[in-house]
């Protein structure tokens, strides 16, 4: 997946309700584009969102 579109909470849900052990399993080295479709997203949701998925490859980068 290079690039996906969501609304920000989404991205809220994703990071709160994603266990580490979940996140663990994830390759996200590939996601190259998490666009926020249609809402402003606050930098505490995109902060919380990479924190959890960092370990999985995603990068700041990309939101």
């Known amino acids: 997946m ?3 579109s969501a609304l920000p909470t989404s991205r809220t849900t994703c990071a ?3 266990t580490d052990a ?3 399993t ?3 080295r590939t996601w ?3 666009r926020i479709a249609g809402e402003v ?3 505490a949701t995109a902060e919380r969102f990479t924190a959890r998925f960092v370990a999985a490859g995603f ?3 990309g939101l």
């Open 59 to 61: 990068g700041a980068e």
């Open 41 to 43: 997203v606050r930098s």
């Open 2 to 4: 290079e690039r996906s």
């Open 16 to 18: 709160r309700g994603t």
């Open 32 to 34: 190259r584009d998490a």
């Open 26 to 28: 994830l390759d996200l």
């Open 22 to 24: 979940e996140a663990a």
